[in-house]
Structure formats: C-alpha cells, structure tokens
C-alpha cells in the first residue's frame, strides 16, 4: 500500500509522571468534541512521540535503519503509539516501556525498535510496508497485552476515509495513524468551477504514513485542519533525534477520477492545481480497547464493558444504551468506525430497521429499514450481510454498505436459511439450512455472486431452533450452537464435527482476536480459552466475566479491509522522505516553570502561584500564543492562569510570555517530576510544552 505519513505533533515529553517509570496517566487530549448538529469537531492529542524514521548508518558508532530509513515510515509512525501507550496506562507494553525518547542517549534503543517493528511488518527496506504488514505487524506486537483491537480502513472502489472518519474516532476513544497516496495529476484535464475541481489523476506512485495529532473543523462547511507527527520531518542530520513537531495540513474535498477506474470524492493535502502529483487520504489504522457487549433487559439495552480507556474524556464504561420507545434489539455487531453499535431493531408491529447506537453522541440514529429480518454478520469488507425472509418459505441474503452512506449493495435469493456468518480469511459468507435430518452449509462471495462450497453437517451435531453460528479466527473452524444441546460446535470446512465444548445453559457466543471463546452461560458471559486441541478452559482472570446478558454476547475484533491489488501497481510503496508533501511545522514548545531557578522546587502544601513561562525559539514565537487558551498543571490541563505578561524571562533579548496560576489549582502531587502547559497560536495551531519539577512540602 502507499502509505507515509506526514506525523508530527506537538508533543511534551511525556507529561508529568510520578517518576519517568510510572505511567498511569490516560491519553491527553486538549480537545475532543464533536457537534453533530453542525457536523464541526476538534480533536487534539498532547505528548504524542514524533520519531524521525531516517537514521543513517555511520559505522562503528551509529545504528541506523537499512536505507537510512527512507522506507520505515509505517513502523515508525506506529511506533510513535506504542510509546504513548507505555507511558499512558499501559507500562506492561514492553518494548517499547518508558521513557523519554527525544533523549539523544536513547537514539540507538529507538532505532532498534524501529527495526523491529518493520521485521514484524515485513517492511522491505528499499520496497516499504505493504497494506497487509502495516496492521499485521501492529497486531502481532500488541497480541501478546490482549488489550487492544486494530481496525484498518483503506480506499478501495468509490469509497475513501475521510479526515473526519479519522477524528470521530480518536474523539470517541481510538488512537490513529493514517497514510496518504501521491497519485499522477493531469493539470490541463482537471476543471474546477468555484472552487470545486473536477480532479483528473493517474495512477499511485507511492504514499506516506504518520500519527495523527489533530483534526478540526471548527466551522459548518469550514476549513479542514490536519496535523500529524511526520517520521519524515526530522532534521538534515540523519544520526541525531530532531525535535519534536506537529506539521499542519490543509484538506480540500474534491471529486476526482482515476485511470485506476475509480471515481469518487477524495480528500487532499495542501492541494496544487498546476501540479503533476497530488496527494490524497487513503487509509488508517485506529488502536482501540477492547471491548465487550451484550443485550440485557429482555433485549431493551445494549450493555457494553470498555475496561481499558485510552481517553481521560471518555473513562472505562459499563453503563447500558438504550433502544427506541417500542423497539426491542434483536441483534447487534460493531459499527467498522468504532462510533457504537450496529443494532437491528423489531418494532411494535413487526417493522424492522438498522440503527446506529452512537457511543460519541449518545444517541439512536436510524440508518435503514429491512423487512422480515432474521440474522446479520459484519464482514471485513465494511458491509453487514442481513439474512431475511422472502415471504414465500425461503430466504434473501444482501450486503449492506457501511462506507459513506448506508445502502443495499447487492442481494440474491437462497433456500430458507436460519443463520449467518461472514469468513473474513476466505472472503465469504457463510449459512446454515435446516433440515427436519441435518443440515446444510453454503458459502458464497462477498459480492453474492457466486457459490463458492457447500457441505452438509455431521450428523452427530444437533441443530434445533435458532441457531447461531461464527468462524473461528485462528482455528478456522464454523462453529455452531443452538437450542438442541449445552454444546458449542466446531465443524471443518466439509462439515464434519472437529470438536465441541460443554457450556450449560448456552445462549450465545462470540471470539477476540486471539480465538478465545465468550460465552454467554445461564445469563452470564464466561470467557474460555484453548489449551489442548478439544480441551478448553475458563479464563478466571477475565474482565469481560460476570457481564450480564439476556441472550446476545459480542466482543470486538480487529478488521482490515486490504486487498492485495492495492500493492501490485506501487514500487517502492513510499514516498522518499525528502519528497513528502511540505506542511508547516509547529516545534512542540519550551516551558519554564519558576523562571530564574534552575531547581523549579514547588512545594505542594502552598496556597500562592506558580510562575510559569512559555519561552521565544527558534520555531516558536511567545506572541502568537493566545494567552486564553493557557492551562498548566500535572497533565497541562488543569488550572487557568490567574495572568499573563510578555516580557524577557530567561535573558535571552526576545520577549517571552509568563504566567502566574494558582497552586493548589495545578493538581501537581508529591514525587510528580514534570508539569505541562497547553495552549492554542492565534492562527488555531494546538502547542503544548512541560518543564521538569522538584515537589517538596511532602509527607
């Protein structure tokens, strides 16, 4: 895939920790809101890494990555979020661990975690990382925690992500990296008319990939902001860590047409009419925490279990969503975004419809309605397949679109069927047909086109009423319950029984990523693991056990929608990081706390302020800061300043910006060594900066 990203972000060294060993803050965001009245949102993450993926080897003293680099952007850009997990909540991810990583002394531990990272991408040093590799290698490095889920969303046909798509996500939870794609622009066949371009491209010629650090549209039908953390934005000196940085992008939406054979809307970095390239949002992957879910209240709530938050704005939650007034919730998957829920809905009456139980907005929001429904499954592919009957004895299957707008996509009539399931590893989907003796499996296409394999079912495996069937992620295997036993199924692809697992009391089940079992026994999810080929074993330690359901049991899954042909036509994959598109960087910014001590002792028992100064560099102006957007304190968002001045405060001839905030406002604790400030430029740009600190007045 073409991916490299533009990732900067104004980052502070890892914000204020009880010791640079141990984290348990959650992730910082100075902004996080979204308005759907006006569809206008903000996000902003502070302490985000911004590590320069071009490390030139100098032997013997200097490690740098094969190439200098030059195609390590995904590793590096991903990279960025392991270490603001570690420091984040989450210190048991090690590597990378803690630390300060623009310290020059741990130049050579990050270079190697680089390089790891593309070993386990399968990053080729003069070829870079492919679509697949990107979130394969991010899965296989984050496996072993089991604490998050990795969804990738790439452009493929007339659908594309959109800036938007990217921020709604970090703002309800996730974390994100995106790629963007050069692609061959003919100047003189693209029209615009009031300021609307009717873009003509060729094909991709390679791509970028960085951390995103900002997102906004502040204004209905507004300016579009980007602002990522660029593994190619560093310094012309190839062996040394630049500073950190957030680099700013304008996104421009016009249509645009490809010699590829697509034609769709895309979205566009700093846009050049005259030029011959162009380059445009492709794809991302979003980090999210698992979660786990289930109906409760006969069906009127959708319970959900978040234990593991990566957002101080949106805590680890347990609390239920409602359905509609006259609705019941008959079944219920992940909406690809991670926005909420996908649930259908049995109206008084016997309407059916789609809806979106948004966990950013609270609320219900009707997508579509569909007749006689009877199952759905979420397939990789961003669609929901829906079984439903036909009104005549048999049974319609049809592939819902979840791209930019909900639709039928497609749908083709099939014998009477009872459940469904979507094979995200052999691209199928997959039914059950009952049968007064057996029963029978079809497999089709994602496009339902085709019948690709049918099987009947052993006939040791009892089928009954209702069943529920799902494909094993790591085994496989098509996996069956219902009514007729206390047994979970595990048929092979010929249908024959492999092996099967007691549960008493069955009513539903769902697998993670790692193939474990969720199971919902006697009204209570219980979580089990396998040990031996047919010998499984209940997951005591399990957060997830104890949830309460009425029936349905879901947990999340990590989703790509890659396909193979996205690579074939691209080599190298990168962009050369001289040649990545040219944004304006933002140098995270310089904090003094107690301008003038060179100790910076607070101590915690006073009542009277702190003198904190914003300090003029290089890269950053003190006067183009907007003193009321100021806040300082342990996580830089805590107190206001009580008042701002601009003058010299560390005798350098420049004019600085010094602020006085209240003591006890900051929330700095005893053995805390660093504070931080956030703060907003005149012209909408996010900064933070952190100075170290010494507490004393302890107990």
């Known amino acids: 895939m073409n991916f490299r990203s533009p990732g900067l972000f104004i980052s502070l060294v890892l914000i204020v920790a009880t010791s640079v060993g141990t984290r348990v803050a959650q992730a910082d965001l100075v902004w996080a809101i979204f308005d759907p009245s006006t569809e206008t949102y903000r996000y902003d993450i502070a302490h985000m890494p911004d590590l320069d993926q071009r490390r030139e080897i100098v032997p013997p003293f200097i490690e740098g990555l094969p190439n200098a680099g030059s195609m390590y952007c995904a590793p590096t850009a991903t990279m960025n979020i392991f270490m603001y997990l570690a420091d984040h909540g989450f210190p048991e991810i090690d590597p990378p661990g803690q630390a300060f990583w623009q310290l020059q002394s741990l130049y050579t531990d990050v270079t190697r975690l ?7 991408m399968g990053t080729d040093p003069v070829d870079g990382t492919d679509g697949a590799g990107w979130p394969d290698g991010a899965r296989a490095w984050l496996d072993p925690y089991d604490r998050f889920t990795i969804d990738t969303n790439y452009a493929i046909g007339n659908y594309t992500p959109t800036l938007a798509d990217m921020a709604l996500s970090a703002v309800n939870g996730s974390l994100v990296a995106l790629g963007y794609t050069r692609y061959l622009h003919f100047p003189f066949e693209t029209v615009c008319d009031l300021g609307v371009c009717d873009l003509a491209l060729g094909g991709a010629i390679g791509g970028h990939v960085t951390t995103l650090a900002h997102a906004s549209r502040t204004l209905p039908f507004g300016r579009l902001l980007l602002g990522v953390r660029d593994p190619a934005d560093g310094d012309f000196d190839k062996t040394r860590q630049s500073f950190f940085k957030t680099t700013y992008f304008d996104i421009e939406q016009h249509p645009a047409t490809s010699t590829e054979g697509w034609s769709r809307t895309v979205e566009v970095l700093n846009l050049n009419v005259t030029s011959t390239s162009v380059s445009v949002l492709t794809g991302y992957i979003m980090i999210n925490p698992k979660a786990g879910f289930t109906l409760v209240d006969g069906g009127h709530e959708i319970l959900q279990r978040v234990p593991y938050g990566l957002s101080n704005h949106t805590p680890t939650r347990s609390d239920p969503i409602r359905a509609p007034i006259g609705a019941t919730i008959v079944s ?10 996908l649930a259908m809905l049995d109206f008084t009456g016997g309407q059916n419809a789609l809806y979106l139980f948004n966990t950013l907005t609270g609320s219900t929001e009707h997508l579509l309605d569909i007749s006689d429904f009877t199952a759905m499954a979420l397939a990789r592919n961003r669609s929901l397949y829906v079984l439903r009957e036909d009104g005549f004895g048999d049974s319609v299957v049809q592939r819902i679109s979840l791209d930019s707008q909900t639709a039928v996509a497609a749908g083709m009539e099939v014998l009477a069927a009872e459940a469904i399931a979507a094979d995200d590893v ?42 529920r069937i799902a494909v094993g992620p790591t085994d496989g295997l098509l996996w069956l319950l219902s009514d007729a036993a206390d047994e979970i199924y595990g048929l092979s692809r010929d249908g024959d029984l492999v092996e099967s697992v007691p549960i008493p009391g069955p009513s539903d089940f769902a697998f993670d990523d790692k193939g474990n079992l969720f199971v919902g026994s006697e009204g209570f999810v219980i979580e089990l693991r396998r040990v031996a080929p047919g010998i499984w074993e209940e997951v005591e330690e399990s957060v997830f056990a104890g949830l309460e359901t009425s029936g349905l049991v879901g947990i999340t899954r990590s989703r790509s929608n890659y396909v193979p042909e996205m690579d074939l036509a691209i080599s190298p994959k990168h962009i050369d990081p001289e040649d990545v598109v040219a944004g304006i960087a933002v140098p995270d910014g310089t ?34 800061i907007d003193p009321t957007t100021v806040t300082f304190g342990r996580l830089g968002h805590e107190a206001q300043p009580v008042n701002s001045i601009l003058r010299d405060a560390d005798g350098d001839q420049d004019i600085d910006l010094v602020f006085h905030f209240w003591q006890p406002d900051t929330g700095i604790l005893c053995g805390d060594t660093m ?9 909408g740009r996010s900064f933070s900066a952190f100075d170290f600190i010494r507490t004393v007045g302890c107990n």
């Open 426 to 467: 052999n691209d199928e989907v997959v039914l059950l047909q009952n049968a007064p003796i057996g029963g029978t499996i079809r497999r089709f296409n994602f496009a339902l086109s085709e019948q690709t394999w049918v099987a009947e079912v052993d006939s040791d495996v009892p089928i009954g009423n209702q069943p």
């Open 114 to 120: 680089i390089f790891a990272l593309g070993e386990e």
């Open 675 to 683: 504070a931080s400030l956030m703060a907003t430029t005149f012209n």
């Open 332 to 341: 219920v998957t992940e909406q690809p975004d991670h926005l909420g829920y």
């Open 591 to 624: 904090a003094d706390v107690s301008p003038g001590s060179p100790e910076n002792v607070l101590n915690i028992n006073s009542e009277g302020v702190v003198r904190v100064a914003i300090l003029t560099t290089e890269g950053l102006n003190a006067e183009d």
